[in-house]
Structures are given as C-alpha cells and as structure tokens.
C-alpha cells in the first residue's frame, strides 16, 4: 500500500481549495463566493447616457441591495468619482442568488433624510420638513434592477440606471404694478406658497407619506422691475397652487393655467413655469404656465 507524503497532501489540498475559488463557492462563506459585479448609469429623462459627464448633476449615489426575501444586504456609497468611472461594486453571493439593488442619486446630499432598516420596505427618501412646510430637495436620481448572479467562470457585469426623480419649477411675475414694486423696494414683504405635495419616497420611487408645502423666496430681479424665485426643485405633484400674498395685503391664488384651464404640475424631469401676469393697464390676467424638458436653455423672462 502507498502512502502519500505529508508534502503532497498539502499540495492536493492547495489544489483543491484554488479549484475550489476558481470554480465555485462555498456556502457556509459568502467571501469565498465570486463576486458578481454591478455599474451604475445615469441616463436623462430621454434615456440617453450621461454618467461620464454626471459630475454636474450628481454629487453622490448610495446603492443598496437586498436579497430575494428583500432583506438588506449591504450598501454602497459611491463618489461622483466612482460613478464616473463606472466603479464596479462586488456582489459576492452564490451562483443563482436572486438579488434587488436600489440606488439614489443626491439622496445624502444634505436636503432630505434617509431611512434604513433590516426590510426593503423601510428604505424612505423624507423631505425635511418642520410640522407641514418642507424643504426643497436635491436633484434627485434613483433606478432599481433586479439581478440573478452567475456561475464563477461567467464574467457578468449588471447595470441599475438612474435618471432624474424630481421636477423643477420657477415662479415670477409679468408687468407686476409698480404700486407692489414700490411696497417692495422699501422693505415689506411678499409671500409664496407652492401647495402641495407628498413629502415620501418609497423603496419603489413612489411618493406616499404627508401633504406638504413649500415657501420659495421670491426676490426682486436686478432691474427691479419683478419679483422671481428662479428655479428650485420640488417633488412632483399633481393640482397644485400658487398663492402670491402682496405687499398690501392682496392674495393671488392661482390653481390653473389661464390660457388652457389645465392644472399646475410639477413633472418628473421637467421644468414648470408660473407666470404671475398683468396687464400694461394694471389688470390682473391670471397665469400662464410653462413646461419645458429639464435644462432647456433659452430664458422667456430676459428682462
């Protein structure tokens, strides 16, 4: 009977345990596991892909993953760097692990708070907001992807686009009475209200959660001549108003466009204009509403 030196079981069992990493993984250890890899894209509201050049719009993106039974895995905190780069996160979990990554763009930029916990359904976006007036919120992003990972000796890289999941809206006046401008420019105040909208997102990227409003200052422009809150962004929402409280104590409520009849919204990748319009006689003409895709260039209200 042959015997086997002592130095040839190591080496077989060196063998075995590279074969071992080479080609599968074993169960009771999810690092010896191969690692399943994942990018995250930026796309615009056209679907076209801007993650080289994402560094103006994107300050982080945070992804999260979950298992079939979507309990939480881990998450990853990605630089605009990382995203630039196409960073590729390791998913080390067996061959067939059916797995779910959600990712947020902006969503810890500092203007809303993050909710996490054990179950996917805990995984909130939450509009800072004190009682019932809310914050503006970043320039949100956020895409999910589901995932089976593959055999070791398979090289697969997925995918979890994210595009824009807020709306942008700017609201100023057109030939505003220079009875306000004069109230204005001595110090008096004016008030806006952008009412409303819910204040949640969830783990699927639906808004849910508290109805909320939102207080834009509006300034005088650098002619003087009217008052504008430039553009912030907002959750979207549907029926919304604007309520313009004036200097002497005169309230325009604006619940429509005036041209059409049709509802102010704020829409997911775009930007809503509300025009606060008078007349060159001084009679008030209602509003008038502008929708434009997100980053349109030319400016009606050059002044």
Request: overall charge negative; some cysteine.
């Amino acid at each position: 009977m042959k015997h086997i030196s002592t130095k040839k079981q190591l080496l077989l069992a060196a063998c075995s345990a590279l074969l071992v990493l080479n080609t599968g993984c074993i169960r009771e250890s999810l690092d010896a596991c191969p690692a399943h890899k994942l990018t995250v894209k930026v796309v615009n509201t056209e679907g076209a892909d801007f993650t080289e050049s994402s560094g103006e719009r994107i300050e982080e993106v945070t992804v999260f993953i979950f298992n079939e039974s979507l309990e939480h895995l881990s998450t990853h905190h990605m630089s605009v760097a990382d995203v630039q780069g196409r960073r590729k996160i390791d998913l080390p979990y067996p061959e067939g692990a059916k797995i779910r990554a959600i990712a947020w763009g902006n969503a810890y930029a500092g203007n809303q708070n993050v909710s996490e916990g054990d179950l996917v359904e805990q995984l909130k976006v939450m509009l800072k907001k004190e009682q019932e007036q809310a914050d503006m919120p970043d320039e949100l992003y956020y895409g999910k992807e589901n995932i089976l990972t593959k055999a070791a000796e398979v090289e697969t890289v997925d995918t979890v686009t994210i595009k824009i999941k807020v709306g942008a809206l700017r609201v100023y006046t057109e030939n505003m009475p220079e009875k306000y401008l004069s109230s204005l420019k001595s110090g008096e105040e004016s008030k806006l209200y952008i009412n409303r909208t819910l204040s949640t997102w969830n783990h699927d990227g639906t808004l849910e959660g508290d109805s909320v409003y939102y207080m834009p200052d509006p300034t005088i422009n650098e002619p003087q001549t009217e008052l504008d809150t430039k553009f912030h962004n907002y959750a979207t929402g549907q029926a919304m108003n604007v309520v313009l409280e004036l200097p002497d104590g005169d309230v325009k409520q604006e619940f429509v466009n005036a041209e059409n009849g049709e509802p102010i919204e704020v829409y997911e990748g775009k930007e809503t204009e509300v025009v606060i319009r008078w007349g060159e006689d001084g009679t008030y003409l209602g509003a008038r509403v502008i929708v434009r895709e997100w980053g349109y260039i030319d400016d009606p209200t050059e002044w």
